[in-house]
Nanobody, 127 residues
Framework: QVRLEESGGGSVQAGGSLTLSCAGI????????MAWFRQAPGKEREEVGK???????SVAEFVQGRFIISLDKSANTLSLEMHKLQPEDTAMYYC?????????????????????WGQGTQVTVSS
């Protein structure tokens, strides 16, 4: 059964760094996307960044220049390097994965819906 296991969360002071990892267990997919989401208390869940198995990646504008997302495809492990952390980065961070099917109409692959989620890892940044 496919599952995702996150690690690396914790508490840090503003300006510090943390690296999150997400291991994909029992993967049988050859083409997929993995992403980090976060949700702070009382706020909507938001996508932080995503990467696909062709090497495409992106991060949200609010973390550009501070966060780096990467995928070790051989190990099905997603990482998120977080630098210059700010109190507003405090949230529960979730890893998710989606299949990346080929679409005949566009002749391209695109991430589908994120159907597998990890349990989350807490990141707390103090000022």
């Amino acid at each position: 059964q496919v599952r995702l296991e996150e690690s690396g969360g914790g508490s840090v002071q503003a300006g510090g760094s943390l690296t999150l990892s997400c291991a994909g267990i029992a993967y049988t997919f050859s083409d997929y996307c993995m992403a980090w989401f976060r949700q702070a208390p009382g706020k909507e869940r938001e996508e932080v960044g995503k990467v696909d198995t062709d090497g495409g990646s992106s991060v949200a504008e609010f973390v550009q220049g501070r966060f780096i997302i990467s995928l070790d495809k051989s190990a099905n492990t997603l990482s998120l390097e977080m630098h210059k952390l700010q109190p507003e980065d405090t949230a529960m961070y979730y890893c998710a994965t989606a299949l990346r099917p080929f679409h005949l109409a566009t002749q391209t692959r695109a991430c589908g819906a994120y159907g597998f989620w990890g349990q989350g890892t807490q990141v707390t940044v103090s000022s």
